[in-house]
């Protein structure tokens, strides 16, 4: 089936570089994506979404690009922070349900 | 005030027994989810109701039942549990079904031996 999915489970990056976590999807008729972050022990909390209508959206020190041609989207996490260390996962909306590709850990070192 | 709240927050069961997980999310949302979490951290839909009325139901064994008493509870009830059960369970909440701004709680871990 169509689902929503990561380029890659692990990224680690020092205190202070921009970070950019990727996730491709399938389902071409998908016109909403959001960003979802989980840290250890809690549940995800919601970052920022985008419309297939756009291509580039910003938000505090994250920005999430949608490249509809290639079906890939991205988030970018500008001077990453320890408190940034976390899963990340993106999300669309497929009908009334928002369906979860399989997360990103992303580790922050000082 | 925790905005969406569930309980227990750790469950730890013998096969074949009965339990129950309460959610109460007192964010005025019209909109409740159940999600399961497995062991390699991928998230699922497994229920959600809108205003009391059931608008999705995945592929879930029929052992799970949803209840939602008023808007603002959905409760999860499992029967006969099984090894396969086992994973953290999220339930969420939204201010209707078209936005991808989930509220979710901390989740309640089940653990089946």
């Known amino acids: 089936g169509e689902s929503v999915g990561l380029h890659l489970p692990t990224l680690s990056v020092q205190e202070g570089d921009n970070s950019i976590i990727n996730c491709a999807y399938s389902n071409s008729a998908s016109d909403y994506f959001i960003w979802y972050k989980q840290e250890s022990g809690k549940g995800p909390q919601f970052i920022i979404d985008?419309?297939?209508?756009?291509d580039k959206r910003q938000g505090q020190r994250v920005t999430v690009l949608l490249n509809k041609t290639v079906k890939h989207l991205s988030l970018q996490i500008a001077a990453t922070q320890p408190g940034d260390s976390a899963v990340y996962f993106c999300a669309e909306r497929g009908g009334t349900a928002l369906i979860f590709g399989k997360g990103t850990t992303l580790s922050v070192s000082s | 005030d925790t905005a969406v709240s569930q309980t227990p927050k750790y469950l730890v069961t013998q096969m074949g027994n009965d339990k129950s997980i309460k959610c109460e999310q007192n964010?005025?949302?019209?909109?409740m989810y159940w999600y399961k979490q497995d062991s390699k951290k991928f998230l699922k839909i497994m229920f959600s109701?809108?205003?009391?009325?059931?608008?999705i139901n995945e592929t879930v064994p029929n052992r799970f039942s949803p209840k939602s008493p008023d808007k603002a509870h959905l409760n999860l009830h499992i029967n006969s549990l099984e090894l396969g059960d086992s994973a953290v369970y999220f339930c969420?909440?939204?201010?209707?079904?078209?936005?991808?701004?989930?509220?979710f709680g901390e989740g309640s871990r089940l653990t089946v031996l």
């Open positions: 969420a909440s939204s201010q209707g079904r078209s936005t991808g701004e989930l509220f």
């Open positions: 964010l005025g949302h019209d909109t």
């Open positions: 109701y809108n205003n009391k009325e059931l608008i």
């Open positions: 985008i419309r297939s209508n756009m």
